[in-house]
């Protein structure tokens, strides 16, 4: 199993910056997994944010290219997200979510944190 733990989500305006921090756990250390971030706005679907892929590169999806970085400190087990330039629309409760890593490819995000808030004011 895989445990995730985020942190560091909270109100802030638009235009500001935040940063989210998301805690592992394996059941054993030499588990391979892939890890991203997802978020959920109410009334809306949740929607993947970004990504640090099989081979560890990072992905981004268009809302977010230029303003948000995804980072992972191997030897705290720590995944970040980095988020600049905030804006109304960011506004969703952020989860963190794993998957297991075949190789390279990822097999569906089915670990998922509790999640952490982040509401941007405009």
């Known amino acids: 199993q895989v445990r995730l733990v985020e942190y560091g989500g909270g109100a802030v305006q638009a235009g500001e910056s935040l940063t989210l921090s998301c805690t592992v756990t394996l059941d054993y250390p030499e588990r391979k997994i892939c890890l991203g971030w997802y978020r959920q706005a109410p009334g809306k679907e949740r929607e993947g944010v970004a990504f640090?892929?099989?081979?560890?590169?990072?992905t981004y999806k268009d809302p977010v290219k230029g303003r948000f970085t995804i980072s992972e400190d191997n030897a705290k087990r720590t995944l970040y997200l980095q988020m600049n330039s905030l804006k109304f629309e960011d506004s969703a409760m952020y989860y963190c979510?794993?998957?297991?890593?075949?190789?390279?490819?990822?097999?569906?995000?089915?670990?998922w944190g509790q999640g952490t808030q982040v509401t941007v004011s405009s």
């Open positions: 640090i892929g099989g081979r560890g590169l990072p």
């Open positions: 979510a794993a998957a297991r890593n075949f190789d390279g490819d990822c097999a569906g995000y089915g670990w």
